[in-house]
């Protein structure tokens, strides 16, 4: 079995062989290797509670614990509304806020973690004939996993504060979609680039926790000056934050022709990563 293992797949995972970087690859490597990066996401999911008393029952807690902290906060003590004509009460700025911080921390989990994942897996690189790219979609995904239980916890909490929930919400995978591609491309970037330059992991968490401030999480986008919405929208999250919260708290569709321009740019970076990772993968195993 491991013979016929390493001779399907040694043109593509062994780290001294010439790996494809076709555009479709990308995709191509998930498909082939889905069932594989399903039990490795299982695992990390897992893992991550393991000793603890409530177990998995902390991924709901948490963005319960947290939502109530926002809508106490912002809506009882600063007494926040989202906008001039935003009056749907005082729990209301809390969806919104909490739609923002949803997507951010999304992206700042794999990011943050994107440059160690080659690192905290030598055993792959140095003894194994292993598919190095599908790391990046194992954090992902198992990421995705608490997101969703986030998405969950929102929807119940708009229907219960704002008393409606929209057909809009089940576009968000269209939306989210591109996004996750552009998170995938950064991952394969980083992750490559730790394994030569460990000062990586020192600068993503100054450069997410920037991102949190220049992204329109704590307030709109139209509260800024003409003049410095441009600048805002070269975040890579402004524009799904955005479209997040039209689809999921407005009950809006979203930006159609925004959304196609972000999916070319997105699929752009997706395949640049993917590229720079298979280029600099063959060094994994001298350098670590």
């Not at 912002?74 to 001039?84: L, S, T």
């Not at 329109?216 to 139209?222: E, H, Q």
């Not at 934050?241 to 070319?264: C, F, H, K, M």
């Amino acid at each position: 079995m491991l013979l016929l293992f390493s001779k399907r797949f040694k043109d593509n995972m062994n780290p001294h062989s010439s790996p494809s970087i076709e555009f479709s690859r990308l995709f191509q490597s998930f498909w082939h290797h889905r069932q594989l990066i399903k039990d490795m996401a299982k695992r990390e999911v897992i893992g991550r509670y393991r000793g603890s008393v409530l177990g998995m029952a902390w991924s709901f807690f948490n963005p319960v614990f947290m939502l109530v902290v926002y809508t106490f906060v912002f809506g009882v003590v600063f007494k926040a509304r989202w906008g001039v004509d935003s009056d749907n009460g005082q729990g209301s700025f809390a969806v919104i806020l909490f739609a923002g911080m949803i997507v951010h921390g999304l992206f700042a989990e794999c990011i943050n973690r994107a440059p160690s994942l080659v690192l905290a897996n030598v055993s792959y690189v140095k003894k194994v004939v292993f598919p190095l790219e599908i790391l990046p979609w194992v954090s992902v995904i198992a990421a995705l996993f608490h997101t969703t239980i986030s998405i969950v916890v929102l929807l119940v909490a708009k229907l219960a504060l704002m008393h409606s929930l929209s057909w809009s919400i089940l576009l968000l995978p269209i939306i989210w979609l591109p996004f996750l591609v552009g998170i995938m491309g950064i991952s394969w970037f980083l992750s490559s680039t730790g394994v030569y330059l460990r000062d990586v992991s020192q600068m993503t968490g100054l450069i997410t926790t920037v991102l949190l401030f220049m992204s329109p999480v704590f307030y709109p986008l139209s509260a800024l000056p003409e003049m410095y919405r441009p600048w805002l929208l070269l975040n890579p999250l402004t524009f799904i934050i955005e479209q997040t919260r039209q689809v999921l708290v407005w009950g809006n569709a979203p930006d159609w022709g925004g959304l196609a321009i972000y999916s070319v740019l997105a699929g752009l970076v997706g395949w640049l990563g993917f590229v720079w990772f298979q280029k600099t993968r063959k060094g994994f195993a001298d350098v670590i």
